[in-house]
């Protein structure tokens, strides 16, 4: 067991410096590409937080974290409400904020358990502690999926628009956020109309996040 906890927060320590080179879903994703026929491909560019819009961070927080800047790495009303939606039978939603979606992107497999789930805690608790806030909003923006074979802001502005991650407006970096709950189905230009209404309410919301401050 110490073996574990030593490797952990090693390894915490080291990304806190260190880009993340890949995470273990663009492995999966790979795999899966190759095994239905498909060319494997993964498009991703680290970028440092400077070089990232503010407009995607505060997408991003009014799409999937409201409360990014106050938490400790958990929203407990949220993933309340969400159980309460669940347990209703109502569409499956999830409570998970930008830290805990960070943990589980860079340090764990997909899927869901008890065992995952108590993993993900434990490293929320870590890269809390350890990176702060502006660190794991950086590795967040660097690693998650934003398209087919799409990792990250930079992959992401050249792939939907045709531009780079600095330069990405508002209704741009609204149009990605709108897409994070299901990148490979949903895209975030020429989209569709449920897609343009969750874009027009993440607009909405963005004007209420205010200057974005670590």
């Known amino acids: 067991m110490m073996w574990f906890f030593a490797l952990s927060i ?14 273990p879903l663009m492995i999966t994703r790979a795999i899966e590409q190759k095994m239905d026929g498909k060319e494997m491909t993964c498009s991703h ?9 503010p407009n995607l961070q505060k997408a991003v927080i009014a799409s999937e974290d409201g409360t990014f800047l106050k938490h400790y790495g ?5 993933m309340y409400k969400a159980f309460k939606n669940n347990t209703k039978g109502k569409k499956l939603k999830g409570g998970s904020t930008i830290s805990q979606q960070t943990a589980k992107n860079i340090f764990l497999w997909q ?23 502006e660190r794991i909003m950086e590795v967040y923006l660097n690693s998650i999926e934003m398209g087919e074979g799409v990792y990250g802001a930079e992959a992401a502005a050249q792939y939907w628009y045709h531009t780079d991650a600095a330069h990405l407006t508002k209704n741009q970096a ?12 949903y895209k975030a230009s020429n989209s569709s109309s449920y897609i343009e209404r969750r874009k027009g309410k993440i607009l909405r919301i963005m004007k209420h996040v205010g200057n974005i401050e670590y």
């Open 10 to 23: 090693l390894s915490v320590l080291v990304f806190k410096w260190v880009p993340v080179p890949f995470t």
């Open 45 to 53: 560019e680290w970028m440092p937080l400077e070089s990232i819009s």
């Open 74 to 78: 958990f929203d407990f009303s949220a």
């Open 111 to 133: 899927g869901r358990s008890y065992v995952r789930k108590i993993l993900e805690a434990y490293f929320t608790a870590l890269i809390e502690i350890i990176w702060g806030k």
């Open 174 to 185: 609204a149009g990605i956020a709108a897409i994070l709950p299901n990148p490979r189905k």
